[in-house]
Nanobody, 126 residues
Framework: QVRLVESGGGLVQAGGSLKLSCAAS????????MGWFRQAPGKEREFVGA????????WYEDSVKGRFTISRDDAKNTVYLQMSSLKPEDTAVYYC???????????????????WGRGTQVTVSS
């Protein structure tokens, strides 16, 4: 089973950008679809977006579409979340997750993911 470690979180002003990384180890990264979720204080964890096993196969929630980009580098066993035009409501702990799935599927629900990282805090100030 793959193990995941997120990095890159921090404090940024509204309108700024931040790039999160999620490094995987322990299994063949290319066999996994990778998702990003976030949890704001007092709220349930929500799906942000995901990339399938093919790097060009992505899905985004409407709230981040056009602002966030997910990419993967199988040679580095890493998935990225590039966040731009950040808003205070993007403040949350961001988690990456992995789902060992078929080549074309993009999982969008928490229960579909097998493995989770511990999260990284993103704070957007107004």
């Amino acid at each position: 089973q793959v193990r995941l470690v997120e990095s890159g979180g921090g404090l940024v002003q509204a309108g700024g950008s931040l790039k999160l990384s999620c490094a995987a180890s322990g299994d063949t990264f290319a066999n996994y679809a990778m998702g990003w979720f976030r949890q704001a204080p007092g709220k349930e964890r929500e799906f942000v977006g995901a990339v399938g096993r093919r790097a060009d196969n992505t899905w985004y929630e409407d709230s981040v579409k056009g602002r966030f980009t997910i990419s993967r580098d199988d040679a580095k066993n890493t998935v990225y979340l590039q966040m731009s035009s950040l808003k205070p409501e993007d403040t949350a702990v961001y988690y990456c997750a992995a789902d060992r799935t078929g080549p074309w599927y993009i999982p969008r629900f928490e229960h579909e993911y097998d493995t989770w990282g511990r999260g990284t805090q993103v704070t957007v100030s107004s």
